[in-house]
């Protein structure tokens, strides 16, 4: 089977930019979560998807927003780029929402906002 | 009070010793919780995952839960240089794929 798939693998902007991450889970999963890391504060949720909706969401500004399609991929949008939103952006996966199956992780999108 | 706090380390051991994780939780009411490994430059991965108070073993790995003392451990036995890496601790505060993450503990086994 094939792993969770992030596209673009890097990518630059500048300041008041806004950008947008594309993630496909693994065939058959329909929760796809998003996760920002960086060095000072580690892997932050930014929301979850499932069926489509949203069901949970973090403590990040409304500047980042993400959608689900019916075949489970998923995008994340970021508005109004600021030099602090450089991050690692990683995607899960897993079969339900139910927080006890696995999550496996994406190889993430290096986002470097100059 | 950050929800999952981890010792960032970093932490070093001999090669054959024992490595031992740890990490605590602010939600008492938590029900999952995970050890991931992520290598540099790479995604974290799944180590294991532990429902219930006591310990789960998957070979050399060891976790440990005490959910009265909102405590999770990790333990590697046998350590070898490949487990070199940074662990990350996480937990799942609601009924959703919620989870909350430590900032990662870095282990360094010494040839």
């Known amino acids: 089977k094939a792993g969770v798939t992030q596209t673009p693998r890097y990518l630059i902007k500048t300041r008041g930019q806004q950008v947008t991450l594309s993630c496909s889970p693994i065939?058959?999963?329909?929760?796809v979560s998003w996760y920002q890391q960086t060095p000072g504060q580690g892997l932050q949720f930014l929301f979850e998807y499932f069926s489509e909706t949203q069901r949970n969401k973090g403590n990040f500004p409304g500047r980042f927003s993400g959608r689900q399609f019916s075949n489970s991929r998923s995008e994340m949008n970021v508005s109004t780029l600021e030099l602090g939103d450089s991050a690692l952006y990683l995607c899960?996966?897993?079969?339900?929402?139910?927080?006890?199956?696995?999550?496996?992780f994406g190889p993430g999108t290096r986002l470097t906002v100059l | 009070q950050k929800e999952v706090e981890q010792n960032s380390g970093p932490l070093s051991v001999p090669e054959g010793a024992i490595a031992s994780l740890n990490c605590t939780y602010s939600?008492?009411?938590?029900?999952?919780f995970f050890w991931y490994r992520q290598y540099s430059g790479k995604s974290p991965e799944l180590i294991m995952s532990?429902?219930?108070?006591g310990d789960k073993e998957d070979g050399r790995f060891t976790a440990q839960l005490n959910k009265a003392s909102q405590y999770v451990s990790l333990l590697i036995r046998d350590s070898q240089p490949s487990d070199s890496a940074t662990y990350l601790c996480?937990?799942?505060?609601?009924?959703?794929?919620?989870?909350?993450f430590g900032t990662g503990t870095s282990l360094t086994v010494i040839p």
């Open positions: 996480a937990v799942n505060m609601n009924t959703g794929n919620q989870f909350y």
């Open positions: 532990i429902y219930s108070n």
């Open positions: 939600d008492r009411g938590s029900q999952s």
């Open positions: 065939s058959g999963h329909r929760s």
């Open positions: 899960a996966s897993s079969l339900s929402p139910r927080g006890t199956d696995t999550q496996y």
